[in-house]
């Protein structure tokens, strides 16, 4: 395994659900590899020219494809990959503008632990399961969807959920997907574990999605974070104040 991991940040132009959303996104993801000091082992695998300078304007190199009609982003990996003799390599959405810091080391550090076993290694975000609230249309308005004699939020557990912030992926098993007559079922029968992400969980996929994330950009540009405060029975917090 080599010292440096490539990172892969596949990008496509035409989005059907959401246009050009990976203009608006991929700067937060050169942000995060920039803060880690990562950014001279990242390409981005763009399929427009336009693509290809924003990743130049963001200082990460960028790499032209040619894609096929319908070709996924575990493809475009795979054919980098093959081109350029990796045998492991991240994988990093520009679709999840949130990550925490020292995914990239921890990732690395397990799959050194234990590279005769995984194929890949995943992010998990831990979610509440709120489904005791959870309703749908009825002929008389919203009725509840799960019976339950309370409804609490007390009584909803968190759950780990797969958030796909990052991969790590084993270039040998990657090829064996692919040629798999169900990739995405032969993917997750492969030998993984996962780590935590820490970050907020937003994958941004579609307009509604878009607009939820320009909410909160919106929201907190208005605000300036007070001086923080210490709390001796807890962590430190920081209150906001509208500017």
């Not at 290809?52 to 963001?58: I, V, W």
């Not at 493809?75 to 999840?96: D, G, H, K, V, W």
């Not at 300036?224 to 906001?240: C, D, H, Q, W, Y």
Request: charged content about 25%; proline content about 5%.
């Amino acid at each position: 395994m080599t010292t440096e991991i490539p990172i892969l940040i596949p990008v496509k132009e035409y989005s059907e659900r959401c246009k050009k959303k990976n203009y608006a996104l991929l700067p937060y993801t050169a942000n995060w590899l920039h803060a880690q000091g990562m950014a001279d082992n990242a390409f981005v695998i763009a399929d427009s020219p336009g693509l290809m300078e924003l990743a130049e304007s963001l200082h990460l190199n960028a790499y032209l494809e040619r894609r096929e009609p319908g070709q996924d982003e575990l493809t475009s990996c795979r054919n980098f990959a093959e081109q350029n003799n990796i045998e492991l390599f991240y994988l990093c959405p520009a679709t999840q503008p949130f990550r925490s810091s020292k995914l990239l080391q921890q990732m690395k550090d397990i799959f050194e632990q234990e590279e005769e076993r995984l194929d890949f290694i995943t992010t998990v975000s831990a979610v509440q399961d709120r489904s005791l609230f959870f309703v749908e249309k009825q002929e008389s308005g919203f009725g509840f969807k799960h019976f339950s004699k309370t409804r609490k939020g007390s009584d909803c557990n968190s759950e780990y959920m797969i958030d796909g912030v990052l991969y790590l992926i084993r270039t040998s098993f990657l090829k064996q997907v692919i040629n798999a007559e169900n990739a995405n079922e032969a993917f997750w029968k492969g030998n993984f574990t996962c780590i935590e992400n820490e970050a907020p969980f937003m994958d941004i996929d579609t307009r509604g999605d878009m607009d939820k994330f320009q909410f909160l950009l919106t929201y907190f540009n208005k605000y300036e974070p007070l001086p923080v405060f210490n709390n001796t029975n807890g962590p430190e917090a920081k209150l906001f104040i509208a500017q």
